[in-house]
């Protein structure tokens, strides 16, 4: 349950901190795909904000030592540690606009699939209710990439990560 449960910290974690990542666009979209894109890149801000709310409801179900203020996680050793979920800026800057929404999409839609597994899981009403929460304006963020690529003339990524 203690490998679970860093698990699922890594992973919100790791969500977390690549959120933002999501509006690097180049500017080279059409015009009328500007308020997509904006509400897109809303909808991201919005989402960190849940995450960070969801994850200290998470801590909380944790317990002692993982709510306290002071805690301070250990670091991994070599073979167990987690891959970074970043991506090398000057990689990602030289994708086009079209691999870059396609990466997010996918990156997302496996977000929420694991979030969905997650949830039959989850043992608090309250962590229930906030993690539902959250999928619900995820799903919301797949689809709204999916309108921009839409807007933007792009097809969907095809897979097992197709839309939610």
Known sequence: ???????????????????PALPALNCSEELGAGQSIQQTYDLTRYLEHQLRTLAGTYLNYLGPPFNEPDFNPPR???????????????????????????????AYSRLLCYLRVLD?????????????????????????????????????????AGPP
């Open 76 to 106: 991994l050793a070599r073979a167990e540690r987690v891959p970074s979920a970043t991506v090398d800026l000057d990689l990602w800057r030289g994708l086009t606009d079209n691999a870059r929404l396609a990466a997010n999409y996918r």
């Open 1 to 19: 349950a203690t490998g679970d449960s860093w698990g699922i910290f890594t992973f919100l974690c790791a969500a977390l901190c690549n959120l």
């Open 120 to 160: 039959g899981q989850v043992g608090t009403a309250e962590l229930r209710h906030r993690l539902g929460h959250f999928c619900a304006s995820l799903q919301g963020l797949v689809l709204s990439i999916g309108g921009v690529m839409s807007s933007l003339g792009y097809p969907l990524p095809a897979g097992p």
